[in-house]
């Protein structure tokens, strides 16, 4: 059941950043890129727990790395468009 679950998290933040390329207006963009953090960080989780539970055999290492930095992009993008709109 938590593969499903990191399968749709995981494609959930490609398909939140897609659409954000046609977002209506900055709040719509930051509202999708918001989304797709949230998700980044909830497919994070799944991997953990799959891993630490020996639920999968591979090592997941490599991906966790990889989401942390999907995580710090996607967090910049988050904060700097706040900030854009506030001022």
Same mark, same amino acid.
């Given at each position: 059941?938590? !593969?499903?679950?990191?399968?749709? =998290?995981?494609? =959930? /933040?490609?398909?939140? %950043? *897609?659409?954000?390329?046609?977002? &209506? !207006?900055? $709040?719509?963009?930051? !509202?999708?890129?918001? %989304?797709? =953090?949230? *998700?980044?960080?909830?497919?994070?989780?799944?991997? $953990?727990?799959?891993? *630490?539970?020996?639920? %999968? &055999?591979i090592?997941?290492? *490599?991906?966790?790395?990889?989401?942390? &930095? %999907? /995580?710090? /992009?996607?967090?910049? /993008?988050v904060k700097?468009? =706040?900030?854009?709109?506030?001022?």
């Amino acid at each position: 059941m938590s !593969s499903k679950q990191l399968l749709r =998290s995981g494609t =959930s /933040i490609g398909a939140n %950043i *897609e659409e954000s390329g046609a977002a &209506q !207006s900055k $709040r719509d963009f930051l !509202s999708k890129m918001s %989304i797709a =953090s949230k *998700e980044a960080r909830e497919a994070k989780y799944w991997l $953990r727990l799959l891993n *630490e539970n020996k639920l %999968i &055999q591979i090592n997941v290492d *490599e991906y966790l790395g990889e989401i942390d &930095q %999907i /995580i710090n /992009i996607l967090t910049r /993008i988050v904060k700097t468009t =706040s900030q854009n709109l506030k001022n």
